[in-house]
């Protein structure tokens, strides 16, 4: 089943040069709408951009005009460096400040959007080892968890003006340039690749393509909203992650990084909680809307993407 059909519309995007954001941007573009970007220093000569400050929360207003969908994606990236307190509240102020800031000035439009989807990330469950988990779950414990949390609580509050509100858990997101698998694949090429820790740990992932078309099919399917697990039906262990890479590189990925190497690098939290946590999650919410996946399972997503 694809996205339901919808006619053009204003769609406004946070995070718009970010790994996501650009390929939304640029598929929103083609499918027709009309693409606005939320962005921290508005070029006056671009029509396209929305001037806002995710620190004082202020937005240009006037910008928003006649917006009628809003997809908000922007944030510091949470596994991109070691979780100092000062990073920790740098993510928070990022991720929960800034959403603050986006739905309260969207809430303020009369007319508001119908739609505010919402990025988020399946760290909402933390470490759950073998457990299958699906939207009805509860969340984990730890700093990633409570992130995602408070993250979700301040989107939500724009249900109070009318708009739905889908909130996206994203899993790994494989692309070949940027994000986890981007960073990986230098490494795996040179024959250098291999697991993490153990292993054994579930990996739950989504191709960029699928990852943007989940995104368009929220847009424009009015039964969706609460949250969505934005991930492929097949989640592998890390180990058999890391050995279908190389099969699609043709290496060997038969080496291991053992887990207090990659606490050293990295710090316990930011390891414990995003690299070696176990998160088996299946995407019930888009299967019972009848979303068809294009990449569902590794191989096919590899071959897509490499």
Not at 33 to 55: F, I, K, M, S, Y
Request: charged share 20%.
């Amino acid at each position: 089943m694809t996205a339901p059909s919808v006619k053009p519309v204003r769609v406004l995007v946070s995070g718009s040069s970010g790994l996501i954001g650009r390929a939304l941007c640029a598929s929103l573009a083609r499918s027709g709408h009309e693409v606005r970007r939320l962005v921290r220093t508005a070029d006056p000569t671009a029509a396209d951009a929305v001037g806002w400050d995710p620190r004082s929360g202020a937005v240009d207003r006037a910008g928003l005009e006649g917006t009628e969908a809003v997809v908000h994606l922007a944030g510091a990236g949470i596994g991109d460096r070691r979780w100092t307190a000062g990073r920790k509240i740098e993510l928070l102020s990022s991720r929960v400040e800034g959403t603050a800031a986006v739905v309260a000035a969207v809430s303020a439009m009369d007319p508001p959007p119908a739609v505010l989807v919402s990025a988020s990330a399946i760290g909402f469950y933390g470490d759950r080892g073998e457990e299958e988990l699906t939207e009805e779950s509860t969340p984990g414990s730890g700093f990633l968890a409570d992130l995602c949390r408070r993250w979700e609580a301040a989107a939500g509050e724009a249900e109070a003006a009318g708009i739905r509100v889908v909130l996206l858990r994203s899993g790994i997101v494989l692309a070949p340039r940027g994000g986890a698998l981007g960073r990986q694949l230098p490494l795996f090429r040179a024959g250098l690749g291999g697991r993490l820790g153990s292993g054994r740990q579930w990996t739950s992932w989504i191709s960029l393509d699928d990852e943007v078309r989940v995104v368009e099919h929220a847009l424009a399917d009015e039964a969706l909203r609460g949250p969505v697990n934005a991930v492929a039906p097949a989640p592998v262990r890390n180990r058999e992650f890391t050995a279908e890479l190389g099969r699609a590189l043709h290496r060997p990925a038969v080496l291991a990084v053992p887990a207090p190497v990659l606490r050293l690098a990295l710090g316990r939290e930011l390891v414990d909680e995003a690299l070696l946590a176990s998160q088996r999650v299946r995407p019930a919410a888009l299967a019972t809307a009848g979303f068809a996946f294009g990449h569902p399972t590794l191989p096919e997503a590899f071959a897509a993407v490499l």
